[in-house]
């Protein structure tokens, strides 16, 4: 199931280190396969992904979302 989620683009210094999501609920999000042109400190944007359930991670910050697609919105 896809979803959609608005927030800002972090760099997570935890473990390996990890790129993620902060959304507008309070929410982090470890991105999986984010492109690169993704994979950068940014304002607001819009990913669109599914969870995935059958991950794991050495960050551990939150559900892992696989990005199907990106917007920048700022």
């Known amino acids: 199931m896809s979803i959609t989620v608005t927030g800002r683009i ?3 210094n935890l473990g ?3 790129w993620a999501i902060a959304a507008e609920d309070g929410q982090i999000y470890e991105l999986k ?3 690169e042109s ?3 400190a940014r304002g607001q944007v819009k990913v669109k992904g599914h969870i ?3 991950a794991l991670s050495f ?3 939150g559900p892992i979302l696989e990005v ?3 917007e ?3």
């Open 10 to 12: 972090e760099y997570q």
């Open 52 to 54: 995935r359930e059958d």
């Open 68 to 70: 199907e697609s990106f």
């Open 72 to 74: 920048v919105l700022s």
């Open 33 to 35: 396969e984010a492109p």
């Open 59 to 61: 960050a551990m910050i």
């Open 16 to 18: 390996a280190g990890a």
């Open 38 to 40: 993704l994979r950068q």
